[in-house]
């Protein structure tokens, strides 16, 4: 059928059969009916996501290129900040975040090892382990309920002369008491990351300007893996206003290399031949240089054409999570005598990413999820609970050594006990949330 088009023509027909093609068999989805499946989760897309993805594989440049570059740009324009890099999850969004923060070229604050990072256990294990495999060492501070981030009245006690840094998460979407754990970073010299990977699109208000999370600290992390807030299949970002840690991310990102040109460029400083690095010799191609120990975490074009689609859509989505959480919390006013309901961050509009949950004394969580789920409602821990009584810590844990526990996590070890989540997706429709919050009460009953 391509004999008499040209590549354009050939592409656009392509296209256009591939727009149709998901009109018809992705987006022809049926209404709810009672009874029927509610995932916590889900992606959300139509035929423009489709396009991109089909459009980028017929270019078939296969690594980062021209939507990397395009995402990379409307992204960080949303976010209102300097530097976005664009990776392949966010597990590694969080590994570069804190691994640039390692960079001799940071001088005294270069996180070494045995150096501490306070951190908290109620979390996903991501935001801990680069730590550990690095060889800081994470200081465990407890959360409050019901907003399940860290109590900053606990920072205090937990800093030491060894503690370079502070990396939270926002917990499903909720900011952190921000302005109390800035102040505390500034006082003491501290780096702050922001894990915001649950939390895109939420909002706080500091300094009397509301800003995006994920920009106020030194570097914030996103990932784009299908539950989050808008998606990619796989990958993340990293995101900072400082130019020097940018580079730093840029060079761990790609190998650690010292050179800045893109996939397929060659010798844009002009000097790829004629200067001098390390040891090396006069002249050595700049393109094989080695400022850092690095990777290679960088997404691919087809990755990043479907985010490109995405972010066009994301603030209806953040619209529609927020939303259905308050339709959630409307519908199961109430219960408030058996479950403990989650509450915002003060300052903060948070972009939900779910409905957490605390079981009251009485009520057994095991129990009520599994009614739950018989009732065809998916649900979720608030990830490991308490990280530090998993198996990932067995040997740590034996020997005494590798993390610290700077409080009684006694309100970590309650989210371990009776605390899960429920979904609040954009695809969700008033029906669904009305048929979990009927679960839910059905169950308590």
């Known amino acids: 059928?391509?004999?008499?088009?040209?590549?354009?023509?050939?592409?656009?027909?392509?296209?256009?059969?591939?727009?149709?093609?998901?009109?018809?068999?992705?987006?022809?989805?049926?209404?709810?009916?009672?009874?029927?499946?509610?995932?916590?989760?889900?992606?959300?897309?139509?035929?423009?996501?489709?396009?991109?993805?089909?459009?980028?594989?017929?270019?078939?440049?296969?690594?980062?290129?021209?939507?990397?570059?395009?995402?990379?740009?409307?992204?960080?324009?949303?976010?209102?900040?300097?530097?976005?890099?664009?990776?392949?999850?966010?597990?590694?969004?969080?590994?570069?975040?804190?691994?640039?923060?390692?960079?001799?070229?940071?001088?005294?604050?270069?996180?070494?090892?045995?150096?501490?990072?306070?951190?908290?256990?109620?979390?996903?294990?991501?935001?801990?382990?680069?730590?550990?495999?690095?060889?800081?060492?994470?200081?465990?501070?407890?959360?409050?309920?019901?907003?399940?981030?860290?109590?900053?009245?606990?920072?205090?006690?937990?800093?030491?002369?060894?503690?370079?840094?502070?990396?939270?998460?926002?917990?499903?979407?909720?900011?952190?008491?921000?302005?109390?754990?800035?102040?505390?970073?500034?006082?003491?010299?501290?780096?702050?990351?922001?894990?915001n990977c649950d939390a895109l699109g939420s909002r706080y208000m500091i300094d009397g300007e509301e800003k995006l999370t994920g920009t106020i600290g030194d570097i914030g992390t996103s990932s784009f893996y299908p539950p989050h807030h808008m998606t990619m299949g796989e990958g993340g970002a990293v995101y900072t206003a400082n130019p020097l840690l940018h580079k730093i991310v840029q060079s761990m990102r790609d190998w650690g290399r010292d050179c800045v040109c893109a996939p397929g460029q060659d010798n844009l400083c002009g000097h790829r031949f004629d200067r001098q690095y390390g040891e090396l010799p006069v002249g050595y191609d700049h393109k094989y240089v080695y400022s850092h120990f690095g990777y290679n975490l960088k997404a691919t074009d087809m990755q990043a054409a479907v985010g490109c689609a995405q972010i066009r859509k994301f603030p209806k989505f953040v619209e529609r999570r927020i939303h259905n959480f308050e339709y959630l919390k409307n519908a199961l006013k109430g219960t408030e005598d058996k479950l403990i309901l989650p509450e915002a961050c003060e300052n903060s509009a948070p972009s939900w990413f779910g409905f957490l949950i605390t079981c009251r004394e009485g009520v057994d969580r095991n129990q009520l999820v599994q009614k739950v789920e018989a009732q065809g409602v998916q649900t979720r821990m608030l990830f490991a609970g308490n990280l530090t009584k998993h198996p990932c810590f067995d040997q740590m844990r034996e020997r005494g050594t590798g993390y610290r526990i700077a409080s009684s996590l006694q309100n970590t070890d309650r989210i371990l006990s009776d605390t899960f989540w429920i979904g609040v997706y954009p695809g969700m429709t008033d029906e669904m949330l009305d048929a979990m919050a009927g679960a839910i009460r059905e169950a308590l009953a």
């Not at 996903?124 to 382990?129: E, G, H, K, N, R």
């Not at 907003?147 to 840094?165: C, F, G, M, R």
């Not at 998460?169 to 922001?194: M, Q, S």
């Open 1 to 195: 059928m391509f004999e008499q088009m040209t590549e354009k023509q050939a592409r656009d027909e392509i296209l256009e059969m591939t727009k149709a093609y998901c009109e018809k068999y992705h987006n022809q989805k049926k209404p709810y009916e009672k009874g029927d499946r509610i995932p916590y989760a889900s992606r959300v897309y139509d035929s423009e996501e489709m396009v991109n993805l089909v459009d980028s594989s017929l270019e078939f440049w296969l690594t980062a290129g021209r939507y990397t570059k395009e995402f990379e740009k409307e992204f960080a324009a949303y976010l209102g900040i300097k530097y976005c890099s664009l990776v392949n999850s966010g597990s590694s969004a969080n590994l570069l975040a804190f691994m640039a923060l390692t960079s001799p070229l940071l001088g005294d604050r270069q996180i070494l090892p045995q150096d501490e990072v306070i951190t908290v256990a109620a979390g996903f294990p991501t935001t801990v382990a680069p730590m550990i495999q690095y060889g800081a060492v994470p200081v465990f501070v407890d959360v409050t309920i019901p907003q399940y981030n860290i109590d900053p009245k606990l920072l205090e006690s937990a800093v030491s002369e060894k503690t370079k840094a502070v990396m939270l998460a926002h917990t499903l979407g909720n900011p952190f008491d921000l302005k109390a754990v800035r102040d505390f970073c500034k006082k003491h010299n501290l780096w702050l990351i922001e894990d």
